[in-house]
């Protein structure tokens, strides 16, 4: 038979506690506090935090409001009189308390005491003040949480930037909406539906149409959408009157069925990628032999012209032994798709077998007689040469390296997904013949056009993508306004990334593919690196 154990009171109230917390039962937790009391029970973080998230957990209730908020500060002071220092999880339950009942200044406050007992913020510490100080309008102290939150690197989601955007709507900050909007932009790829209703308020209301410059010097804004890597130009507000905000598609080319316009691939800016190649660089150097990798940092500079870089080992080695008519046939394609030839990174190793093969030899040959190929050297991980001639070059990268090894962690930058989706070329072989499945040509994100018209993507779980859901926000005559010509794109950072259309085989490049057809394709003679001597 099981022995019954006599529970201690320590034992018994924490249990109770437990089942307490587990239904959220104020009125369970305000007579086991009691009992607790009553009995001289020594209280510990677990006991009050507990207390205190039944409190949090209750208060949103209207009749549960006051007595959850009245427990919950007698809680909270009994905490601090018996010496037991407040978690995070503490000070987040009681600014949870003072902000259900509006009193925004002591959530805030008490979330700065936190530094007191070296106590680190967390979002959700913030929040509550920020969402209440947003609700009662006080737009200049929800301004005063956000920055609160960027001095203690804490960052905003979806929900804080919607309700910063919903306030400065509210009162009438043009400016703020403007910037939030791309907070916004930097923060989601598609928006929630009841973010999308927050927008739709602000550009139906009348301020939205007071907003904004009649007259602006378009060189500067193309420069601007140049500059910061396609997309958004964030230079303000242009155009004035109302706005128009519809609901539409986005055909499979990235033109809105509305207004026409042309969404874009967006990259990273000019010096998120400069930034990049350095990381990239600096590491390699840290983990390469430094003369090596500075010959190749050298070499590279003097042979800029390539649209696409190929990771040979991954492609030669693609489901089976390496096989080298993979990585021709990858070859061949690209240079079939812009008449350019790509530049093949391949450690020496794998080049000076492939040369020992007489079948392999004349291939090898040509491909270094016309600056395909550039063997990496012994000891060296030819990964960082191919990702920083990807980066440095703003070319396209042609391998199925899903790029999550620990070299990659190392890099740990916020951007590299969205340099991944505008720059990586993943491929397969079916039946031995090639696919090639290229960037796409549009970027699902918000993205603000020349003319000053925004497009707006929604969450939401799609049969294709053609079928999803955008707003389409625009102002009626914006691009007479501008005197822009009303289909002029651009279509990312810079002449090359542009030029890079031409591999996607658009329909609008084919007549200069047509052309070049005509030539031998061979490219003129080029300085061999010191690292190719070698094969």
């Given at each position: 038979?099981?022995?019954?154990?006599?529970?201690?009171?320590?034992?018994?109230?924490?249990?109770?506690?437990?089942?307490?917390?587990?239904?959220?039962?104020?009125?369970?937790?305000?007579?086991?506090?009691?009992?607790?009391?009553?009995?001289?029970?020594?209280?510990?973080?677990?006991?009050?935090?507990?207390?205190?998230?039944?409190?949090?957990?209750?208060?949103?209730?209207?009749?549960?409001?006051?007595?959850?908020?009245?427990?919950?500060?007698?809680?909270?002071?009994?905490?601090?009189?018996?010496?037991?220092?407040?978690?995070?999880?503490?000070?987040?339950?009681?600014?949870?308390?003072?902000?259900?009942?509006?009193?925004?200044?002591?959530?805030?406050?008490?979330?700065?005491?936190?530094?007191?007992?070296?106590?680190?913020?967390?979002?959700?510490?913030?929040?509550?003040?920020?969402?209440?100080?947003?609700?009662?309008?006080?737009?200049?102290?929800?301004?005063?949480?956000?920055?609160?939150?960027?001095?203690?690197?804490?960052?905003?989601?979806?929900?804080?930037?919607?309700?910063?955007?919903?306030?400065?709507?509210?009162?009438?900050?043009?400016?703020?909406?403007?910037?939030?909007?791309?907070?916004?932009?930097?923060?989601?790829r598609c928006v929630s539906e009841s973010t999308a209703e927050i927008i739709k308020g602000w550009f139906g209301g009348a301020g939205a149409g007071e907003v904004g410059v009649e007259e602006w010097e378009s060189e500067r804004v193309e420069e601007a959408v140049l500059r910061n890597g396609g997309g958004w130009h964030g230079l303000g507000w242009l155009g004035k009157g109302e706005w128009d905000v519809?609901?539409?598609?986005?055909?499979?080319?990235?033109?809105?069925?509305?207004?026409?316009?042309?969404?874009?691939?967006?990259?990273?800016?000019?010096?998120?990628?400069?930034?990049?190649?350095?990381?990239?660089?600096?590491?390699?150097?840290?983990?390469?032999?430094?003369?090596?990798?500075?010959?190749?940092?050298?070499?590279?500079?003097?042979?800029?012209?390539?649209?696409?870089?190929?990771?040979?080992?991954?492609?030669?080695?693609?489901?089976?032994?390496?096989?080298?008519?993979?990585?021709?046939?990858?070859?061949?394609?690209?240079?079939?798709?812009?008449?350019?030839?790509?530049?093949?990174?391949?450690?020496?190793?794998?080049?000076?077998?492939?040369?020992?093969?007489?079948?392999?030899?004349?291939?090898?040959?040509?491909?270094?007689?016309?600056?395909?190929?550039?063997?990496?050297?012994?000891?060296?991980?030819?990964?960082?040469?191919?990702?920083?001639?990807?980066?440095?070059?703003?070319?396209?990268?042609?391998?199925?390296?899903?790029?999550?090894?620990?070299?990659?962690?190392?890099?740990?930058?916020?951007?590299?997904?969205?340099?991944?989706?505008?720059?990586?070329?993943?491929?397969?072989?079916?039946?031995?013949?090639?696919?090639?499945?290229?960037?796409?040509?549009?970027?699902?994100?918000?993205?603000?056009?020349?003319?000053?018209?925004?497009?707006?993507?929604?969450?939401?779980?799609?049969?294709?993508?053609?079928?999803?859901?955008?707003?389409?926000?625009?102002?009626?005559?914006?691009?007479?306004?501008?005197?822009?010509?009303?289909?002029?794109?651009?279509?990312?950072?810079?002449?090359?990334?542009?030029?890079?259309?031409?591999?996607?085989?658009?329909?609008?490049?084919?007549?200069?593919?047509?052309?070049?057809?005509?030539?031998?394709?061979?490219?003129?003679?080029?300085?061999?690196?010191?690292?190719?001597?070698?094969?």
């Amino acid at each position: 038979m099981r022995k019954n154990h006599n529970h201690t009171p320590e034992s018994k109230f924490r249990h109770d506690l437990d089942l307490c917390s587990k239904k959220k039962s104020l009125p369970a937790a305000i007579s086991l506090y009691e009992t607790a009391l009553s009995d001289k029970l020594r209280l510990n973080h677990y006991h009050f935090n507990a207390l205190l998230y039944v409190c949090s957990e209750t208060v949103t209730d209207p009749s549960n409001r006051a007595s959850a908020f009245e427990f919950g500060f007698r809680v909270f002071d009994r905490m601090l009189a018996g010496d037991v220092n407040p978690t995070e999880a503490t000070v987040t339950a009681v600014a949870r308390l003072a902000a259900a009942v509006g009193d925004g200044d002591r959530a805030f406050g008490l979330v700065k005491t936190m530094g007191e007992y070296t106590v680190t913020p967390k979002l959700r510490s913030l929040e509550p003040a920020l969402f209440c100080y947003c609700r009662n309008l006080e737009a200049d102290k929800a301004y005063e949480v956000e920055d609160y939150m960027v001095s203690v690197g804490v960052t905003a989601e979806e929900p804080d930037l919607a309700a910063l955007l919903k306030v400065s709507a509210d009162t009438g900050r043009g400016e703020r909406v403007y910037g939030y909007l791309h907070k916004l932009r930097r923060a989601v790829r598609c928006v929630s539906e009841s973010t999308a209703e927050i927008i739709k308020g602000w550009f139906g209301g009348a301020g939205a149409g007071e907003v904004g410059v009649e007259e602006w010097e378009s060189e500067r804004v193309e420069e601007a959408v140049l500059r910061n890597g396609g997309g958004w130009h964030g230079l303000g507000w242009l155009g004035k009157g109302e706005w128009d905000v519809r609901r539409v598609n986005v055909d499979v080319g990235g033109g809105c069925v509305s207004c026409g316009e042309q969404l874009v691939c967006v990259d990273i800016d000019r010096d998120e990628t400069e930034k990049f190649a350095q990381a990239v660089a600096g590491l390699a150097m840290e983990r390469e032999v430094q003369s090596n990798f500075k010959d190749f940092q050298d070499w590279l500079d003097t042979h800029a012209e390539y649209e696409a870089i190929v990771d040979g080992a991954n492609i030669g080695l693609y489901q089976q032994n390496f096989a080298e008519e993979q990585l021709d046939a990858v070859v061949k394609e690209l240079h079939s798709r812009s008449n350019k030839w790509p530049l093949v990174v391949l450690h020496n190793k794998r080049v000076k077998s492939l040369l020992e093969n007489a079948s392999n030899r004349k291939l090898l040959e040509e491909w270094i007689a016309q600056g395909v190929l550039y063997g990496t050297p012994h000891g060296s991980n030819d990964d960082w040469y191919w990702l920083y001639a990807a980066v440095k070059l703003k070319c396209l990268l042609v391998t199925n390296d899903e790029m999550r090894d620990h070299i990659f962690e190392l890099l740990g930058r916020s951007f590299f997904l969205k340099w991944k989706e505008r720059h990586q070329v993943r491929y397969t072989f079916l039946k031995g013949d090639l696919k090639l499945e290229m960037p796409p040509s549009y970027s699902l994100v918000i993205q603000e056009s020349e003319k000053g018209n925004w497009h707006v993507p929604l969450a939401g779980e799609w049969t294709d993508e053609s079928s999803r859901t955008w707003l389409c926000i625009t102002r009626p005559g914006s691009c007479e306004a501008s005197g822009r010509d009303n289909h002029k794109l651009v279509k990312s950072c810079d002449a090359k990334s542009i030029s890079n259309d031409k591999l996607h085989g658009n329909s609008d490049s084919s007549p200069i593919r047509d052309k070049q057809t005509s030539t031998t394709g061979k490219r003129k003679e080029r300085s061999v690196s010191p690292s190719r001597l070698d094969c």
